[in-house]
């Protein structure tokens, strides 16, 4: 099947997602590509349209065993016309559960075909030094991994006559998906004395809930608990709070979750 060019459509606020899907690009290796980052929030604003001389590369991370709540409604807009797709998903190391097939059924339902998925591994948001979780991951192998899955998928593209003789990639999870835990506001950041009011944290949040001309402070009903503000922070001043969640999460996961697992592929 000839393919006029690969998207790559990615929501990356800590960067493992963005990483893993730069690897599967340069593993299949085609001339024109296009670059759809929706981790900020004008990004989404604009649906995705590709057709079927399209590959479209779709990875976002799991979040609760899903696929992040703020992604849906962009998801929802995608407009394909029988275009193959490639779904991944990168998790922290604990699990992705039901992630990966409901991404593949959005897809399914704005009319793409899924030819392949695949499950990676990030290192853990909520990851920090006290607790650390699947530090460094995506890391050389991973992504040795990544780009090897690319060639495979680039293969199975040139092998098929037409889209309608692609066969579906069998992807684990579970309909209905795992419950999505109610969501209150979270008010977990704490901000050190080391902050000197660069800005950066507010650039990078993919919601918007650090207030420019108040960067001390992250609105509570806007934060999605990414931490991508912590992780960029040029002066490490921003941590979750003591006794909060967040930091419960880390210490559990530290604790629990300590195995290395290694990427899934599905074809
Ligand atoms: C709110 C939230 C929920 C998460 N839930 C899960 C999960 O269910 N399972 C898991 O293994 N990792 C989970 N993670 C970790 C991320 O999936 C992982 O760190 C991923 O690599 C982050 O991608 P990014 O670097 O592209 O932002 C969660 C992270 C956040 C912020």
Redesign the pocket.
Same mark, same amino acid.
């Given at each position: 099947m000839d393919i006029r060019s690969l998207k790559l459509a990615y929501f990356?606020?800590? +960067?493992?997602? #963005?990483a893993v899907v730069e690897a599967m690009a340069e593993g299949l290796g085609y001339d024109v590509i296009e670059d759809v980052d929706i981790t900020m929030p004008e990004e989404r604003q604009e649906p995705l349209e590709a057709s079927a001389e399209d590959l479209l590369v779709i990875a976002v991370?799991? =979040? +609760? +065993?899903r696929v992040p709540f703020l992604l849906e409604p962009w998801l929802r807009t995608l407009e394909l016309d029988g275009t193959p797709v490639v779904c991944v998903v990168? =998790? +922290?190391?604990? #699990? $992705? *559960?039901d992630a990966l097939i409901e991404l593949s059924d959005i897809v399914t339902e704005r009319g793409g075909v899924v030819l392949g998925g695949a499950a990676f591994v990030? *290192?853990?948001? $909520?990851s920090n030094d006290e607790y650390p979780v699947a530090v460094a991951r995506p890391d050389a192998d991973d992504l040795r991994g990544a780009g090897d899955f690319g060639r495979r998928m680039r293969e199975a593209v040139d092998a098929l006559s037409s889209i309608d003789a692609a066969s579906r990639p069998d992807i684990p999870g579970d309909r209905p998906y795992k419950e999505r835990k109610p969501r209150g506001p979270v008010d977990f950041i704490q901000v050190g004395d080391e902050c000197v009011l660069c800005g950066v944290c507010a650039e990078q949040c993919p919601v918007g809930a650090i207030d420019e001309e108040d960067l001390k402070h992250t609105d509570p009903d806007k934060c999605?608990?990414?931490?991508a503000c912590i992780k960029v922070c040029p002066e490490h001043a921003r941590s979750a709070k003591p006794g909060s969640p967040v930091e419960g999460f880390a210490k559990w996961l530290n604790e629990n979750c300590a195995e290395r697992k290694e990427p899934a592929y599905f074809l």
């Open positions: 990356s606020p800590t +960067g493992t997602t #963005a991370p799991v =979040y +609760g +065993g990168v =998790y +922290g190391n604990r #699990a $992705f *559960e990030g *290192e853990h948001s $909520f999605i608990m990414c931490c």
